[in-house]
């Protein structure tokens, strides 16, 4: 399995040089995984497309204290958070990352999408969080371009 993930992040570092700059500038946006999630090949290739759609992104990767995500959120003053969670046990660290950000950045929340595999299996989730929800890569191009 770590051969087939090694070669899929080398066939997506080779597309991503032949994007197409994009022609209009949508915003700022930071795409993450949270503390405990350690898959981002998903949370990568929304980053690269929302790039070449003409967003400004902050591709964090993933596994990192909240504390840095909100950081980086209120640095770049994002207009979108997207978070992308691929394993279900990763939805209270998910929970708790929105009530940070909602709480820390009152006066400028930023849109907050969610992704992944862990929202097809719990599709209740993102609702009550309050938080839209993407169900692929097409989609999440679609909701935010």
């Known amino acids: 399995m770590r051969t087939f993930s090694r070669w899929l992040c080398i066939a997506i570092a080779s597309i991503y040089p032949r994007l197409a700059p994009a022609a209009v500038h949508r915003g700022h946006m930071v795409v993450t995984g949270v503390a405990g999630e ?78 992944g595999a862990a929202y097809r299996i719990a599709a209740g989730f993102a609702g009550e969080m309050g938080a839209d929800v993407v169900r692929d890569l097409r989609g999440g191009i679609a909701m935010l371009c």
Not at 52 to 76: D, K, Q, R, Y
């Open 38 to 115: 350690l898959h981002q090949i998903g949370g990568n290739l929304v980053a690269d497309a929302m790039e070449a759609s003409g967003w400004t992104v902050g591709f964090l990767g993933t596994n990192l204290p909240h504390s840095s995500i909100l950081a980086t959120v209120e640095e770049v003053s994002a207009d979108v958070l997207c978070v992308s969670t691929t394993l279900v046990a990763n939805l209270p660290a998910v929970a708790e990352l929105v009530r940070m950000v909602r709480d820390k950045l009152s006066g400028r929340v930023p849109r907050i999408v969610l992704g």
